[in-house]
């Protein structure tokens, strides 16, 4: 009886944790539609030794700051973006061809994914867990978790000045695609919005010139081997393919 009891307290208890990990990703994923400086989720060292304190409080604190009010000052002056989700912006701003609402918006959505798209060192989310979604289906469209490293790092090592790499979800193809774009541009902005961003990596300087200077490779392997937060990854995949079934179902 009493094993029984401590069973289900640890079952409930599991249940609870896990409950209580999906709300927060959940709620964190929901801040990317505000045009708003969010704060961290962990604390601004939590990424050493990989990236430190300070390319963190800059990166963050006066980068990500910047671009965001920036968008914020042109809705000053021009209400009709101000009703509208971050998402809605960006996409007005490239249809208005308003290239300074555009950069501004695009960076602060970029900035607020990448934070949630890396996280503490040292935590079980670094790795995928090889019974989630998203780790089967790497295996499936790159045949192994390796293979998918190596061109997710080619991908920033190779890209030609500031931008940004990306894993998404092409909801035409239902594959996983490896992609990168200059400056602010994201995958959101193209074609009509097939491509759903999982994952992206900041290949800007400011995210490593103070630790790393010149030697982008050394920033990009930090970043692939050590600080990924799979757990967000698999959260934003789940999402998609939620998404893509609502899509089949009404077809
Ligand atoms: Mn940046």
């Known amino acids: 009886m009493i094993a029984l009891s401590l069973f289900l307290l640890l079952a409930l208890f599991s249940l609870l944790v896990s409950t209580s990990t999906a709300e927060s990703l959940e709620e964190l994923d929901k801040l990317l539609s505000k045009l708003e400086l969010v704060d961290l989720n962990y604390p601004y060292n939590a990424l050493e030794p990989h990236i430190s304190e300070r390319t963190m409080r800059i990166h963050h604190d006066k980068h990500h700051m910047k671009y965001t009010s920036n968008a914020k000052d042109i809705i000053s002056s021009d209400s009709s973006y101000s009703s509208l989700t971050l998402e809605e912006i960006m996409l007005k701003a490239k249809a208005d061809n308003n290239v300074a609402m555009l950069n501004n918006a695009a960076q602060s959505w970029n900035h607020a994914f990448y934070w949630l798209c890396i996280g503490p060192a040292s935590s079980p989310s670094n790795s995928p867990r090889e019974d989630s979604g998203i780790y089967k289906k790497i295996i499936e469209d790159f045949g192994t978790f390796d293979k998918f490293k190596s061109i997710l790092a080619s991908s920033v090592n190779s890209h030609f ?31 009509h919005g097939e491509l759903v961003p999982l994952l992206t990596i900041d290949i800007w300087e400011h995210a490593y010139y103070l630790d790393y200077q010149n030697v982008r490779a050394s920033y990009t392997s930090a970043v692939v081997n050590e600080l990924i937060n799979w757990d967000y990854v698999e959260f934003r995949f789940h999402k998609t393919l939620e998404l893509i079934y609502v899509i089949d179902r009404d077809l």
């Open 161 to 191: 000045g500031s931008g940004w790499a990306w894993l998404s979800f092409n909801k035409d193809t239902r594959k996983l695609e490896v992609t990168s774009t200059s400056n602010a541009d994201c995958p959101l902005l193209h074609g």
